[in-house]
């Protein structure tokens, strides 16, 4: 398995971790729409009003939609916030561990290049698909408050009690969750798909292309399969070259495609050469073992 196959396994670990973050974050939302729906119906049998018309009362509805919609609107910003910053984050550990496994595999030395936090925004705000995830947020997050409504109406008019409609909210805002992960796993393949792509054009004296690798098991897409294996300019699906559709990564939501590095045939030349005549010689690549030891090497924060 190449290092950067296995790179792609680490990163489902991640997004598998956020995922579980993102669970607790509408976990909690979930329970406070609930708890404004059973104060509803509390409120409902203190004074006694014909069942189920309270629910249905376009007053009560708008006041309740309002509550929920600000609880959502927090909901999305929140998700918004959390996935800004472990773009941010996959997208520099990517860069530097490809940079790391070019001179662990190729024994050469790589080219770091800069990095800021601006650079890293720039990137971050990039979109793809002609929206940008902040947008798909707010989107799910307006669906998500439609889709409630629904529920709280069609309560009204069935008369169901409060543990029916929270079973409903709830089915609700984990299939929004489930949206939400998804949008996740793409972003977090963009990021570290970009990522890679940087890496590798601050190094085009010894990177000849990249190529295409799908993540090669019974859940790839047709798309990626078609793909797997061609090989693209440095620059290529990145904001200077945009990606084809069909040919770019992410290449449809849920992706795992990523880059792999095709080195100029002087650098594998030369690396025969050194596997061939010498072992402990000195050379100017890295000694170090692990990406810890290389980061530190480089100056590089861990
Ligand atoms: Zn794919």
Redesign the pocket.
């Known amino acids: 398995m190449s290092r950067e196959e296995q790179y792609q396994i680490d990163l489902e670990k991640r997004i598998a971790t956020y995922a579980t973050r993102l669970k607790k974050l509408f976990g909690s939302v979930t329970s406070s729409i609930i708890k404004e729906v059973a104060m509803l119906y509390a409120k409902h049998a203190e004074t006694n009003e014909e069942y189920p018309s309270f629910l249905y009362s376009a007053i009560q509805l708008e006041q309740i939609m309002q509550m929920i919609q600000k609880i959502l609107f927090d909901l999305g910003a929140q998700e918004e916030a959390q996935l800004r910053a472990v773009w941010g984050e996959e997208y520099k550990r990517s860069l530097y561990h490809h940079l790391y496994f070019i001179e662990e595999d190729f024994g050469v030395s790589v080219n770091v290049p800069m990095l800021n936090g601006p650079m890293i925004l720039a990137a971050v705000e990039h979109k793809w698909e002609g929206r940008h995830f902040s947008k798909r947020i707010r989107l799910r997050t307006d669906l998500l408050a439609a889709a409630i409504e629904d529920v709280i109406t069609r309560a009204s008019v069935q008369g169901w009690g409060v543990t029916r409609t929270s079973k409903e909210i709830m089915i609700r805002t984990t299939e929004s969750w489930s949206n939400a992960v998804r949008l996740a796993r793409t972003e977090l393949n963009r990021a570290a798909a970009q990522g890679q792509s940087l890496a590798y054009q601050a190094n085009s004296d010894i990177i000849e292309a990249k190529e295409f690798c799908?993540t090669l098991d019974t859940k790839t897409?047709k798309v990626?399969r078609k793909v797997d294996g061609k090989k693209f300019p440095l620059d290529y699906d990145t904001p200077a070259n945009p990606g084809k559709e069909g040919e770019r990564i992410?290449?449809?939501p849920n992706?795992?495609?990523y880059w792999r590095p095709v080195m100029k045939s002087k650098v594998l030349e030369s690396l025969e050469r050194e596997r061939a005549y010498k072992f402990g010689k000195e050379s100017g690549y890295t000694k170090a073992r692990t990406y810890e030891e290389w980061a530190k090497e480089k100056g590089i924060a861990t």
């Open positions: 799908a897409s990626c992410p290449n449809h992706c795992r495609s």
